[in-house]
């Protein structure tokens, strides 16, 4: 029973009736992680998805298979903002471990809902507070002792459920679609939501102030984690071979992308039309991809930061040689083994730059989970037509958690599988230089091996050659070569997706960003709007090499803030290389990186503080 | 010989052995790399594989360098040290209807190539993987190897005071299916090895002693061309029967293995070693380590297994290179993503 009232606090207005907050604040759902807890949170979320209601999860979980604290914050947001929101309004304390610190953190007026022998309403007195015998309720609906832990969860949901006014229908087909096939689990689970559900009504007298309120936010609308997305856009962009190797938070970047493959890359008489193979690290994933993608495959792999360093020497190779690749980062929180389990965007240099010597790789920017499809697709044709090893960089953030999105569209276009010679092109040719500049476009021809003609082959190496893949170390033939691969890589400015004009207006001020930082971003720049009647415009850059139209927006700008989720300030000393003197002393950086998703508050104090406001 | 009568001879898919040659190698004069592959290109025209047909991959050192020499019809790729393993699965898994060859050295597969060689041979990759094996490191100016032996002396007077890895017994051990090793002065043995391996369906792992001439093959060397004349100890004579070719007995078959490829092929291994059976596999590894206990080189093919399946087969992908397959296979089609966003409403 809730015994405490504080109703007598700030929130309250002079009349003494509270004023109703729907459909925005944060929960936060505090539990041990290995406790099963995922499909609970999920349920939740797409509770409020299913209210209508625009809705964001994130999962900040620890490095551990079990035993260790773990944060669910789940965000309704009538604006449609996804960002993670610094408070949570209400917390679920299921770990005892962390509940003192966490009801600490909640705002005056917040609501607590824990086990009733946590006994949180002894640390704050203006805080509205449920207690729940989750203990006693489990052991009453569920007898198998082993499947309480997993059932237990669901109490809560019910609970929140019923005390934020949310639908119980809704929660129920949540539940119904989460487990389709499995009337057992579902009634057992579903056993849970009632249980919470009933006891609430019953027992707790709803006093705080939030409410979730039907909308039609969502409808027609999809929900999706990056990875899955990205796997998405691999399948649907013809992938052949896949060569990866285990590692948080890109896993789930191969297992969407082979469960995928394994449902609609089959043909009638069983057979694979692909190849996904597990490596023994990811040097050979990497060697894997190169193999492949120069016999013709398209092919790619996922890794993260520790990954992705390994994969140094093997990137050098696929840039000299001029072999196609998809290489999908997942960023996680560096340097070395970092934060495995917490996001960032510190990836971005090392990804540019990977390998020794005069070495540089497209890198595809997505920001949101559409994209991830998208630009994944995109990857896979950009890779074959620039005959070159493509980076698409996502994040922990992106890419593990559940975003809200538009449904992704069928490709318009048909692969681009770049230039590629036939045994008739031989035949008339008479032969052909592989790395010879023809077209002008500084991209060679190629052919793949098992093509039957005498002139087919040439022999591909990572060592120095000249544009008829010859051995050399002749000093103008090797110089024309590395001069070529330079103006490969500045005509690829125009074939590399250009970035999203967000917002350009006549702000003197401008910001740039990329990836999942755009979510915080766009936030940020209303409470900016709002708090200091400031406008600023805001290009979200998708790629490197830039395009023009970056460079434009800078030069129409009196200062640039670049904000990006990394110390070091990646983006600005790309873009710092890129632009022309004059312009650089324009660039001001807004930084975060303690491995939590930037929030738009952030940004906000930030620019508030250079700004002078 | 095939090669003695190369201008006016053609093979059975009517290619004269011209058509198998590769460019002047760079290597030193009188290197073995050079004898092995001279060898290749006669297996590979005896065999009357397509030039085109073929793909050669290597990593880094004199070994590597050496497919240049050989084949220059065919696709080749050169990549980085000790990783010729990933590229060549990648290039299989691309495209699985070629003949592949990849050449390395023991420094490139027993040291920094360790990794990857050991995963190659565990996945039965169909391929033959040659180590050109002289127990230096030649680029370098003659370090030793991993593959070098106990107390094997350099020109330097430096002695090798580790254990040689014995890249047979290992491969056995890891699944190669196809397992044996030569001399590159043994032109008659390694020629028919050559050949058996390219009617092999799985990794066929060969290791070649090749004598460095530059730097390890003195007095103290135990990968010297006097060292494996006096010392090479074959277990089996080699005698292979292609498919194509007629069956002539000359074996006594009370001494002969015989085993059938899956070309239909004839591999016959006359025994030397009393008991010796080249399909089992403990007693291999037995007769392997038995030798290096007692500083002994053998030769021959120490194991065979045709019955296994290969990488690809475990894959069960289309018969067709996955690395061409038409857009119509490879996309799925506007229905199938309708679903999947119906599915994620």
Known sequence: ??????????????????????????????????????????????????????????????????????????RASKDGYFARKRISEILVALNPESAMDDVRALPAGGVAIYEESLNLDQARADVFCYPVPFEKLIASICPEVKLRKLVKNMIYVGVVAQLLAIDLGVVESCLLRQFAKKQKVFDLNFGGVKAGWEYAQANLTKRDSFFIERMNKTEGKIIIDGNAACGMGAVFAGVTVVAWYPITPSTTVIEATSDLLKKLRVTPEGKATFAVVQAEDELAAIGMVLGAGWAGARAMTSTSGPGMSLMAEFCGLGYYAEIPGVIIIVQRTGPSTGLPTRTQQADLLSAAFLSHGDTKNPILLPGSVKECFELTQAAFDLAERMQTPVFVLTDLDLGMNNWISEPFDYPAKPLDRGKLLTVEDLERLGGFARYRNVDGDAIGWRTLPGMRHPKASYFTRGSGHNDAAQYTENPEEYQAVMDR????????????????????????????????????????????????????????????????????????????????????????????????????????????????????????EEFALQEGL | MATTAATSKVNHIGLPILDYRGGKSTLCAGCGHNAISERIIDALFEMGVEPERVMKMSGIGCSSKSPAYFLSRAHAFNGVHGRMPAIATGAVLANHTMTTIGVSGDGDTASIGMGQFVHLMRRNLPMIYIIEDNGVYGLTKGQFSATADLGAKLKTGVVNDLPAIDICALAIQLGATFVGRSFSGDKKQLLTMLKAAIAHKGTVMLDVISPCVTFNDHEGSTKSYKFMQENDEPINDVGFVASFDEIEVDYDSGEVYEVEMHDGSNLRLRKLLEDYDPTDKANAVRTLMEAQENDEILTGVFYINTGMDTFIDLLNVVDEPLGTLPESLTRPPQSALDTLMTALK
């Open chain 1, 1 to 74: 029973m809730a015994t405490l009232d504080p109703s007598l606090g700030n929130r309250q207005g002079a009349s003494g009736a509270r004023e109703r907050i729907t459909n925005d604040f944060s929960i936060n759902v505090a539990t041990v992680n290995g406790s099963g807890s995922q499909s609970a949170n999920s349920v939740l979320m797409k509770s409020i998805f299913g209210m209508g209601v625009p809705v964001s999860g994130k999962n900040l979980f620890p490095s551990n298979i079990a035993g260790q604290p773990t944060w669910f914050l789940i």
């Open chain 1, 485 to 604: 691969l330079a103006l490969k890589f500045e005509k690829a400015r125009n074939l590399v997706p250009a970035p999203v004009v967000v917002k350009d207006g006549s702000s003197k001020i401008g910001f740039l960003a990329f990836g999942s930082t755009d979510c915080a971003l766009t936030e940020s720049l209303d409470q900016i709007k709002q708090r200091y009647g400031k406008d600023a415009d805001y290009l979200r850059i998708r790629a490197w090499p830039f395009a023009q139209a970056i460079h434009d927006f800078v030069a129409s700008h009196e200062r640039i803030y670049v904000v990006e989720q990394n110390r070091d300030a990646q983006l600005a000393s790309l873009l710092k290389l890129d632009l022309p003197a004059a312009q650089v002393t324009k660039l001001r950086s807004i930084l975060h990186y303690n491995g939590w998703p930037v929030d738009a508050e952030f940004i906000t």
